[in-house]
Structures are given as structure tokens and as C-alpha cells.
């Protein structure tokens, strides 16, 4: 029981990483600051944007309301684990066919929303989709086409049959 | 801004988290999804001199029934309730109601003790269980005691964790066979916190209501019973015009709240809305009896 630092391992992005770190320090700040990762994006830092999210052992979670100490033991995926050999993933393929990103700010969050909804909770229509990443705030109200692109992920047509 | 500083600790057992919350100096608080706490830590709006991480506690998360009753565990996710083939043979209106819970992220996360906790005025977990007349467990070093969901939150609002008890678990009575069922919320974009919800218990027999209960959310401090519509309702003949009526007695019962998301005025309105359509639609799914 302490203020003080405490010892964690974690694995991130497939590499086991150990560091000292405040009970206070959020998992979010603890990625981009410690592991020298900064795909992480924080906006609101309370929950609300989902520019934040990772996946926390395979479940799309807010790093800006997770901290880091919590996650001791735990496997942690980051946008960067999308891409490998300088191959896009899938899902980044047709972001970008798609223009599924303009400022790209909530991109990340996006993505690893996506991961998850298209593993864990695979929609069947587009209403699913728009659903699915509800909680997640696009500024430049990209909508359409990150819908677009995450239809086409799931094997969906739109249902009036018309393209993006 | 980032939460302040405190201590943290993470117990392996309930009797360790008891006393960890007992023997702090000064708040301590229990840290189970944190969907709603670390937001105010965040933004420094609760300083809590330590923390009881209980997410070590694998086996209080659970979702169990007896034959007349759900028991839900400290741990129980919301995730937990999604597309959750017995909640939605037994307690379908929690399964319609988590649909409007937040996002998926949170409700990776979020737990349902929590939720009452924390008790939003606008929430979906503390209507469900003021409707259902769910029974509190709370724990502390100093022993158990049991609440009746109408009691305690009303007494509370938020954010409002008691400080140095656990909220250890919450039974809810599965309502009877063919009582009909409504849940419904007004808001500005799906799953932000209502501006207001509704939802209705109904049961028919010999063509009249039987019994009815309803809750409102947004409204008051917290979710609340309106024991007095409820009352009007009974023995009654289910109609529209009834159901009209039912609503057209609610603005008058309220004090709700004037903020940036809705006016108290239009906040009645909506409560007579949705208490018409809440009690429509329980009435479509109720099952008659004894006619």
C-alpha cells in the first residue's frame, strides 16, 4: 500500500516491458511517456472522446480511465501493433481506401474500437457499426466513411445497395 | 489535468479490501471499473486518500440466480448483461437497458455496483434497480447490513460511494411470468446519460392491472418509484386512455432539474412522454390472465 512507485510487467504490443510507475499514472500517459509509444491519442481525458482506447488482453478499454499500475500482468495493444513488416492491417488498408481519416487525431481510437467490435461483437448491419462506435468522437465528422470502411471489414453492403 | 496522488493497494481477498478501507487515515474508496470514479479524479473533483483496487477479486464477478432472484456480484461487468441469453429469458429489460449504457469500451469495464455507487441521477443501473426493488449488500470491517434500493439511493446522489464500505452485492426478484416490461430513455445522441428515462413493470389479470410499478431517472437526485401513479393504476381497465392519464399525472409529482442539457419544464414533459409509452408498451408485452 503506497504513494510511492510500484513495479509492474506488462506486455505491450507482444514486448514485455517492466517499469516503476505512481499508482496515479494513467495507462494512457504510461504508454506514451514510458514506453515511448505515442500512437495513443488522449482528448477528453474522461472518458467520453474514445480517442484513448487499447485493447486491455483483447477488450477495447479507455487508457484515460485505467491506470497504469492496473494493468500489471496484463497484454496491452496499441494502434502500433496493427501494422507488421511495414504491411498495413486490414482495417488500415481501408481507412485509408476509404479516407476514412482526415486529421487522423481519432484514428487510433477508431481502429482499436473497431478490433474489438469486429472480434468481439461482430455487427450484422450498418446500425451495428454506427453502434459500435458510438463512443467514439470524430471532430471532423468523418462519419460516413469510417463507416465505410469498417462495413467493408465486415463484409457488409449498404443495404440501398449504393457505394460509399 | 490527472488524478491526484493516493495510495493504492490491491487486495487478494474481501476480508483484505474490508480492512483496507477500515484503516485508512483518511477517504478511501473502492476502485472497481472506474467508468465514473477516475473521470472526477481526473478532473480532481474527489481526492480519496486511498484507493482499494478490487479488480484482483475474479470470483465476486458474477451474475447468479436463485429461483427468484438475480444476484450480482461487485465485479460484474456490463459487458456481463450484453446479449446474454438467460438475462434475456429472465430480466429482458436489463438486456434492452445496457444497450443504452455508454459505449462498448465502458462497458468493458464498468460495473454494475459501481453504477449504483456512483448513482447518476440519469443512469440506467440505479432506475433498473429502484423498478425492480433490488435488495443492497454492503459491506464493511464493522459487518453486513442489507438496503432496499429505494432507500439508499435515494438518500445518496452523485457521485456517492459511501466511503469505507463495499457495495459487496445486489439481488433483484425476476419479476413474475408474463409481467410486461418497458424501458426507454431520451437523449441527445445514443449512449450519452439520459436527459430522461422511463421504465414500467405491469401485470394483468382478470383484465385489469394487477400490479404496476414505475421509474423515472433524471428527474430528481436520483431515480425514483412514483408510487403514487402507481397506485392510480391498480385495478384499473388497461388502455390508452388510461395510460393518457397515468401521464398526465406525473409533471405535477416532479421537481426535476433545470441544467445546460434541458429545462425542468421540459424535463416534465418528458417524463409524461415516456411514462405513457413505458406503460403502452408493457401492457403489449404482458401476458393477460384470467381472461
Known amino acids: 500500500m503506497t504513494t510511492t512507485e510500484c513495479e509492474i510487467s506488462l506486455t505491450v504490443n507482444g514486448e514485455a516491458v517492466r517499469e516503476a510507475v505512481p499508482p496515479r499514472l494513467l495507462l494512457g500517459d ?30 477495447s478499454i479507455r487508457s484515460c480511465l485505467l491506470f497504469a499500475v492496473q494493468a500489471d500482468g496484463c497484454e496491452v495493444a496499441t494502434v502500433e501493433s496493427l501494422a507488421s513488416d511495414g504491411q498495413l492491417h486490414r482495417l488500415q488498408t481501408l481507412f485509408k481506401k476509404h479516407h476514412a481519416l482526415q486529421c487522423g487525431y481519432c484514428t487510433p481510437g477508431m481502429l482499436m474500437t473497431a478490433l474489438d467490435l469486429l472480434a ?24 460516413q466513411n469510417i463507416v465505410a470502411a469498417l462495413m467493408e471489414a465486415a463484409g457488409l453492403e449498404k443495404a440501398d445497395g449504393a457505394g460509399a | 489535468m490527472k488524478p491526484p496522488p493516493f495510495e493504492y493497494c490491491r487486495p487478494d481477498s474481501i476480508d483484505e479490501a474490508l480492512e483496507a478501507l477500515a484503516d485508512a487515515s483518511e477517504d478511501a474508496r473502492v476502485l472497481a471499473g472506474g467508468q465514473s470514479l477516475v473521470p472526477l479524479l481526473n478532473v480532481r473533483q ?5 484507493l482499494v483496487d478490487i479488480n484482483a477479486l475474479v470470483a465476486e464477478r458474477y451474475l447468479t440466480y436463485t429461483d427468484d432472484a438475480l444476484a450480482i ?23 434492452e437497458a445496457v444497450k443504452e449504457l455508454a459505449s462498448p469500451a465502458v462497458r468493458n469495464r464498468g460495473t454494475f455496483c459501481g453504477s449504483l455507487c456512483h448513482n447518476d441521477p440519469a443512469a440506467e443501473w440505479p432506475l433498473m434497480a429502484v423498478l425492480l426493488d433490488a435488495r443492497l449488500h454492503v459491506q464493511s470491517a464493522s459487518g453486513v447490513r442489507q438496503e432496499t434500493a429505494g432507500g439508499w439511493l435515494a438518500d445518496r446522489h452523485s457521485p ?14 425476476v419479476p413474475p411470468p408474463g409481467a410486461g416490461w418497458s424501458f426507454t430513455e431520451f437523449n441527445r ?9 422511463a421504465a414500467a413493470l405491469l401485470t394483468i389479470e382478470g383484465g385489469r392491472v394487477a400490479s404496476a410499478r414505475l421509474a423515472l431517472g433524471g428527474v430528481d437526485r436520483s431515480a425514483r418509484r412514483l408510487h403514487q401513479v402507481e397506485r392510480l393504476l391498480e ?6 386512455a ?36 413505458v406503460f403502452a408498451e408493457a401492457e403489449a408485452r404482458a401476458t393477460r390472465k384470467g381472461t
Open chain 1, 30 to 59: 504510461f504508454l506514451r511517456e514510458r514506453a515511448g509509444i505515442a500512437g495513443t491519442h488522449f482528448g477528453c481525458e474522461q472518458g467520453v472522446c474514445g480517442t484513448c482506447t487499447v485493447l486491455l488482453d483483447g477488450e
Open chain 1, 120 to 143: 468481439n461483437r461482430p455487427p450484422a448491419s450498418e446500425a451495428d457499426i454506427r453502434d459500435g462506435i458510438r463512443g467514439n468522437l470524430c471532430r471532423c465528422t468523418g462519419y
Open chain 2, 46 to 50: 474527489v481526492r480519496p486518500a486511498r
Open chain 2, 73 to 95: 456480484g461487485c465485479l460484474a461487468r456490463h459487458v456481463d448483461f450484453e446479449d446474454n441469453p438467460e438475462i434475456n429469458a429472465r430480466l429482458p429489460i436489463l438486456g
Open chain 2, 160 to 173: 456517492a460511494v459511501a466511503p469505507r464500505e463495499l457495495l459487496r452485492r445486489v439481488e433483484i426478484g
Open chain 2, 189 to 197: 445522441r445514443p449512449g450519452d446519460v439520459a436527459i430522461v428515462s
Open chain 2, 235 to 240: 385495478g384499473e381497465t388497461p388502455s390508452e
Open chain 2, 242 to 277: 388510461l395510460w393518457s392519464a397515468a401521464a398526465g399525472e406525473v409533471p405535477a409529482l416532479l421537481e426535476p432539474p433545470t441544467d445546460l442539457q434541458a429545462t425542468a419544464g421540459f424535463r416534465r414533459h418528458l417524463a409524461a412522454q415516456l411514462t405513457r409509452r
